[in-house]
């Protein structure tokens, strides 16, 4: 497929730059001037319909996300309870004279779901998956010069229920108008590996296929580390030819003294495929790889560049919050931020292919990757789910995903499917080994897995097909210790674990034991508190998991235990276990919804990275006289001693393989203040005072200069203080908002149960907290929020947009 590049650093500044100039290919953004209509009519489609009453928009779009909630939608509360329903996009476009003799192509990087496509009244097909790319040749149906195209797409997302999570309605990813000359490289046909690698040289191998529309075609491949140097180049003669495809003799260009790519140091290089008929240049194809080696091995685990390493993964799904399902990279980039700075190192794409931006994102960013391809084979999980199209649909969505994927050095494990039926019947064992079979043709160089709920390895016949490389379990965290008895001589992967819950800035008392909750199948909702929260003390999961804890000291214990992958990294709109409605999105994450993270990622903090961490909790506003309890996660340190109001209650360290210690308190007013130490020295102080009526608010941007482009986000954190500055840990203030110079993308607070809009210029604080999503227009210039607040001061913060 194309590649789209970042300008993350500066490197990649470069390669969009030759990108956009790169000779006999033309890569635009076809994403401005569409017009929408939410409804069906059926006579859109034609090239001359009259549109003019349609509303005008940007892609992507998620029109679901722009609803309100709803108990009774046919999406149900699994995926949300926003609408979903029938949309038409059309876009009329021209094409200058001198495109005519080219190809031209449409690019989608995903539509869920159900798209159907016509350009200028002709019919080009139906793609069913929502969450697969897909292109198509407009050329035979163009018209040029002062002549009109019109392109229109109708989506279907109105069979419901049809997933067990927020999908999104709509052009959800970007598009893309490319054009090329007659001979061109084919779409997905390009595959770059690094089958030898060592310290001394690495082997770049290239493989590619092009469409014949020139004579004395050769192919030259370039190959640039990340300071535009160039390291390595061959030129390739034809191999195999007919009238449709062109076949290059396979490249295997050396690379001396290479940058490997690893999760700390993610150096890529950038190979350049040129398309030649003598000396003339007729198509450029750029591809970012990274040079890395890696295996899994069945008693030391994981193995990343020779050197052994946890893989400490989360699973993502793939809304963004308040802003639904439409791509926006610096929504994503901040995701994978958040993360990084938890010390995750590996993300599974749960439970479908990611945006192709998300990937590139992981491959700058340095996250190892499971990219996963369903969550059903045949049989279903809802009523209308792609169990309906399994049987016409399920090899090309596969074999599309993988070419789409496999060049990115992130990508190091193939999922094949997630908690699959046919895990209980033989037909596992004849769907599993066909659809390694599709992956491995494309792709031989990674392992395949599945996600396994049943643990059992005579009672699972996905497992007993003999296709998997990799043993992936989810849950049953109980059989992980004997796995190599359990599974003799196989690869072990945690795909899927813990499903602990949690509401940020919520604590029940006393919080020693553990609450299963639900506590079986037969109690999937209980009644819990008023507020529809869960305690974000780490004692509480669903029956099928564990706390964070448990499972990650497993984990941790046993080399041959490779690493895993938490369920979740992120709330996500959905699934909001163990509540019914009015609940409308999940408490599995480690951070919520809003981006703020809960307790448990200082201890993630603790033990997935090295930098010094003390977090102690709860807040400090409570009832005189009741009992709390005080944890504290830290590392780096032999002890913790706490303070309350300047008394020591006492020294605690942690015991065994404990990952917190805790105190139990009476409550007073004041402050609690814990100091960790190592050989007596004092590593840090944490403080938490007990905070007074709300006095003022304030302000944080996570990025106080944006590109103005009309796309760049600012993320701007709200918090309600006292008038010491301490958070107030119960306010719940409307707070409203104005903006000049951009626009307010979005608002939210963390909460599970809120039926305030994502799509508004107000939002209530939740725990005295919630988050205005800030975008910039295409104009440069100062943009300035208002955040007001009854009876509070209104407050100010000034962004720039470049």
């Known amino acids: 497929m194309r590649l789209r590049y970042l300008s993350i650093i500066i490197f990649f500044i470069t390669v969009l730059s030759a990108q956009a100039q790169q000779v006999g290919r033309k890569i635009e953004s076809f994403n401005a001037g569409w017009r929408f209509y939410l409804g069906n009519d059926t006579l859109a489609s034609q090239a001359n319909y009259n549109d003019s009453h349609w509303r005008q928009l940007n892609l992507p779009h998620d029109w679901s996300i722009e609803g309100a909630f709803d108990g009774k939608s046919t999406s149900t509360q699994a995926e949300g309870g926003l609408p979903t329903g029938i949309g038409w996009y059309r876009k009329t476009f021209n094409l200058p004279a ?46 040029y010069g002062a002549a009109k195209n019109v392109i229109a797409v109708k989506v279907d997302n109105s069979g419901q229920p049809n997933s067990r999570w927020y999908t999104g309605s709509g052009i959800y990813r970007n598009v893309w108008l490319v054009t090329t000359g007659k001979a061109y490289f084919t779409y997905g046909g390009t595959f770059v590996s690094t089958p030898k690698v060592d310290a001394k040289s690495a082997t770049i191998h290239v493989q590619t296929t092009v469409v014949p529309g020139a004579a004395n075609l050769k192919l030259k491949t370039l190959v640039y580390d990340n300071q535009r140097k160039l390291v390595a180049s061959q030129i390739s003669a034809v191999q195999s030819s007919d009238d449709t495809l062109v076949r290059f003799a396979e490249q295997g260009l050396s690379v001396p003294q290479p940058k490997l790519w690893s999760v700390n140091h993610p150096d890529l290089y950038k190979v350049e495929l040129q398309l030649l008929s003598g000396e003339k240049v007729l198509d450029t194809y750029i591809v970012n790889t990274g040079i890395r080696t890696f295996n899994f091995d069945p008693q030391q685990g994981f193995l990343l560049n020779g050197e052994r390493m946890k893989i400490k993964g989360v699973c993502m799904h793939h809304d963004l919050g308040a802003l639904g399902a439409a791509v926006n990279v610096r929504a994503m980039e901040r995701q994978l931020q958040i993360l990084k700075n938890m010390g995750c190192n590996a993300i599974r794409t749960s439970h479908n292919p990611p945006a192709p931006e998300f990937l590139d994102l992981c491959d700058q960013m340095g996250f190892l990757v499971m990219d996963e391809a369903f969550d059903m084979w045949k049989k279903k999980k809802s009523k209308h789910d792609y169990h309906e199209y399994w049987d016409a649909w399920h090899q090309i969505d596969l074999e599309d995903q993988v070419r789409r994927d496999r060049n990115h050095p992130s990508v190091f494990i193939w999922s094949i499917g997630n908690e699959i039926r046919e895990q209980f019947d033989s037909t596992g064992i004849t769907i599993g080994r066909e659809l390694v079979n599709i992956v491995k043709k494309l792709d031989p160089t990674r392992p395949v897995t599945s996600a396994l709920s049943e643990a059992n390895p005579k009672k699972n016949f996905v497992y007993q097909s003999g296709a998997l490389d990799l043993v992936g379990l989810n849950y049953h965290q109980e059989v992980y210790a004997d796995f190599p008895k359990n599974y003799p001589g196989e690869k072990f992967i945690a795909a899927e674990t813990m499903s602990a819950l949690a509401t940020r800035g919520f604590y029940d008392q006393p919080a020693d034991t553990t609450r299963l909750w639900p506590a079986s199948s037969k109690e999937k909702y209980t009644k819990g508190n008023p507020e529809m929260a869960v ?102 340190a032999d002890e913790v001693e706490l303070y309350l109001n300047g008394k020591s209650l006492g020294v605690k360290k942690k015991e065994g393989d404990n990952l917190h210690v805790m105190w139990r308190v009476k409550y007073e007013p004041g402050t609690i203040k814990a100091v960790s130490r190592k050989k007596g020295k004092t590593v840090l102080t944490r403080e938490v005072h007990t905070a007074g009526k709300p006095a003022r608010i304030e302000l944080v941007a996570d990025r106080s200069q944006i590109k103005a482009d009309g796309k760049d986000l600012s993320f701007v954190t709200v918090k309600v203080l006292d008038k010491d500055g301490n958070l107030v840990p119960d306010a719940d203030n409307l707070i409203k908002f104005a903006v000049k110079g951009g626009r307010i993308a979005g608002v939210d607070n963390g909460s599970q149960v809120s039926m305030e809009p994502f799509q508004a210029n107000q939002r209530k604080a939740f725990h005295g907290m919630c988050l205005a999503i800030v975008q910039g ?17 209104a407050t100010t913060i000034s962004l720039v947009a470049k």
């Open 535 to 636: 305690t974000a003390y780490d004692n509480v999961a669903a029956y099928w998991g564990s706390t964070h804890e448990e499972t990650w000291k497993i984990i941790k214990k046993h080399d041959y235990l490779s690493g895993l992958f938490v369920w979740t990294g992120f709330d996500y709109i959905g699934e909001p276990v163990p509540y019914a409605w009015p609940a409308r999105s999940s408490y599995y994450g480690i951070v919520d919804l809003a981006g703020f993270p809960k307790d448990a990622y200082y201890m993630y903090q603790s033990e997935w990275t090295n930098k010094n961490v003390l977090h102690i909790l709860p807040h400090w506003n409570w009832q005189p006289g009741k009992t709390v309890d005080v944890w504290a996660y830290y590392n780096n």
């Open 777 to 793: 227009s295409v104009n440069p210039g100062k943009i300035v929020l208002t955040a007001t607040v009854q009876g509070l001061p």
């Open 98 to 143: 001198s495109a005519k003799g080219q190809k031209v192509f449409i690019d989608f990087d995903g539509v869920h779901r159900n798209s159907e496509v016509w350009i200028n009244g002709r019919y080009l097909g139906k793609r069913p998956n929502g969450y697969i790319s897909f292109r198509y040749d407009l050329t035979p149906y163009l018209k």
